[in-house]
């Protein structure tokens, strides 16, 4: 059997070879990105875990239609926001339209329009999925883990030195303002 490289093409290869190498490495590195997405938009952790699922599913069932010049994480990203914004369109819809619902809606997009939310989500998981693997990994941990880890908890989950974390941090946002055109 031949070496998973990192690569989303080699994963994507691996996969439609059926490596159960191949599919752990693509759940151990877009497994948060994806539960990350309906989190982000308010969702409950056991909506986020059925779409992760979902999204995982479709995958599988759709490995064959993807090239290998697919960007893997780009393509879970719009999966699972596509399942997000359905999920959340068919509770708007099945809303009584009581205050309260009004208010809970509201405090989700933080007065914003949904679709200026959606847009800059949409932006940002875009950024994050050109960057190379550590930087992804550290931005998505510092900004998108809702138990706000500690540096030092990073430092460890991570494996890298706790002083570095700051500096690198830095440098991998300079990437993302490169990437999304930001320079």
Not at 43 to 48: H, M, V
């Amino acid at each position: 059997m031949a070496a998973v490289r990192g690569t989303d093409r080699d994963l994507i290869l691996g996969c439609k070879r059926g490596e159960a190498r191949a599919w752990r490495r693509v759940l151990d590195r877009y497994e948060r990105l994806v539960f990350s997405i309906p989190r982000g938009y308010g969702l409950s952790r056991e909506d986020a875990a059925d779409i992760s699922q979902l999204t995982f599913s479709l995958l599988l069932e759709g490995l064959d239609s993807l090239t290998e010049e697919s960007n893997l994480g780009a393509w879970l990203a719009t999966v699972a926001r596509r399942h997000s914004w359905r999920l959340m369109d068919r509770g708007r819809r099945e809303s009584t339209g009581r205050e309260r619902d009004l208010a809970e809606s509201a405090a989700l997009f933080g007065g914003e329009k949904p679709t200026e939310r959606w847009v800059l989500t949409d932006w940002l998981q875009q950024g994050l999925s050109k960057l190379d693997e550590p930087c992804r990994k550290l931005l998505t941990t510092l900004y998108f883990d809702e138990r706000q880890p500690s540096y030092a908890e990073i430092s460890e989950r991570l494996d890298m030195p706790l002083g570095s974390i700051g500096p690198t941090r830095a440098r991998c946002l300079r990437r993302m303002r490169q990437v999304l055109g930001e320079r």
